[in-house]
């Protein structure tokens, strides 16, 4: 394993409360941070370490995703055929379906290392991801895996079931799932598994208590709920319920399941996410994107949800994603009181790193501290003002770009250092992804 002292550097801890240590350094081995003071001190007890220069960078934990698809990424400059879609199930008719339908195996491969390769330009070293191609089931999660490892960052993988492609399709995503759920839990490494559903609109009640019944113990799912109004209108014509009330029912919610989006959830929805203590994860880029409104994440937060921040398949440079829901809920609610920076770190670092850590229980994630992992980013930022343990939100949300990160590591290990990859070769997987994207942009229109 990796041992190193990174010196010099101004730490960020995010403990609560914040701490931000100029002149620190990280004792690194194991994979994990073994100690944390200031950088003489180290640079003493370890004489003999090999010693990183931070050059007085800021070092913080990795930034974390909570929800994405990698398999989205051929998507980039991909034309809709005919009119543009109307409304949010036009866009996963006229999109996402028939884009996810059109992946090889070879493509998975290659979406999912086009994501990396950016997640680690942005210092984002744990993605939760949830996959679709039906044309490539089993086997698909092992593809990503590979993918993840190659690359060297953290993940969470899961495969969304649905009955959109039929039963035989539903039951070989079930498979898939629990198939990688008992192939991690036995060689825990940096890549977890949870259990994948697409919606509550794609699924029902038969399939739900099927997926139900096969989830392995402990395992959480991972599902959309109530992104467009359109989930819950086919909840109530199919179930004669809400969402999250038919969810459940049917045993799905918990404390180790995310429920992405729940932008048209109602307040008694709200109080059964809280109770059952169900991690929500917030994606606003993608609900402008597609329209579907603005979920009432403060009004989550205030209930005690555990509110997270992912990025729905937007790019991994998740400030953009903080910097996205501190202006919308502004605008929204014509009131520049709403979302502040804390509460934007209480989803982006905080319940991401809560959410992280349930899968990875020895060591903790997106922390600075003795024992836990050592995920990193090095940032190349000046404070034109003071910047403060306490108001360091408002230094990212207004100073901070994601082209300042200049080092990114995981579980102990550089994937870039000065700018540089060094696990992946973004422009030989940026060659190879585009030709491979051209292919699946035929395969894709001759569907229509
Ligand atoms: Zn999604």
Redesign the pocket.
Known sequence: MFEMLIKNATLVTWEKPNRILPGHALWIEGGQISELGPSADLERGHPSAEMIDAHGQLVLPGNICA???FYGAFARGMEIPGDAPSDFPQILQKLWWPLDRSLTAEDVQFSALLCLVDAIHYGTTTLLD?HSSPNVVDGSLDIIERAVNEAGVRAVLCYEVSDRDGPAKMREGIDENVRFFEKTSTAPGMVGAMFGLHASLTLSDASLDFCRESAPEGSGFHI?VA?SEADERDSLEKAGSRVVERLQRRGILGPRTIA??CVHVDDHEIELLAETKTWVSH?PR?NMNNGVGVARVEKMLGAGISVCL?N??FSNAMWEEWKTAYLLHKVHHLDPRRMSGTAVVAMAVHNNAALVSSFFPQTPVGVLQPGAAADLMFVDYHAPTPLTDTNLPWHILFGFRDSMVTATMAGGRFLMRDRQLLTLDEAEIAAKASELAAKAWRRYESSF
Do not use: F, L, R
């Open positions: 929800h994405t698809h949830h959309h992104e992405a989006h994606q993608s992912g729905d398949g």
